[in-house]
Nanobody
Framework: QVQLVESGGGLVQPGGSLRLSCAAS????????MSWYRQAPGKERELVAR????????SYADSVKGRFTISRDNAKNTVYLQMNNLKPEDTAVYYC????????????WGQGTQVTVSS
């Protein structure tokens, strides 16, 4: 069955770093655009970063540009989010998302991982 399993979340002080991972299984990972979303309490889910299926194109929310880096390893079926210089406003549940790059829309979500930035 399809699985997207996030890991790497936790509690970190402002200015610190975390690296999130999302391990995919049950589908052809290299055919999917991968994204990270986040949802803070009382707020809507928002797109954080996106990477095309071949890794050739990256995009970021303005709020994380220059601090976060998305990458993928198609050999390991894994997408990463390196988060540096974390701020309290980055506190949220972070979700991994997969959307098929070609043909009819097929979409999967992970269960989320909590990131808390606090002193």
């Amino acid at each position: 069955q399809v699985q997207l399993v996030e890991s790497g979340g936790g509690l970190v002080q402002p200015g610190g770093s975390l690296r999130l991972s999302c391990a995919a299984s049950g589908f052809t990972f290299s055919n999917y655009v991968m994204s990270w979303y986040r949802q803070a309490p009382g707020k809507e889910r928002e797109l954080v970063a996106r990477i095309t299926n071949d890794g050739g194109s990256l995009s970021y929310a303005d709020s994380v540009k220059g601090r976060f880096t998305i990458s993928r390893d198609n050999a390991k079926n894994t997408v990463y989010l390196q988060m540096n210089n974390l701020k309290p406003e980055d506190t949220a549940v972070y979700y991994c998302n997969a959307v098929r790059a070609y043909g009819a829309r097929v979409e999967f979500w992970g269960q989320g991982t909590q990131v808390t930035v606090s002193s």
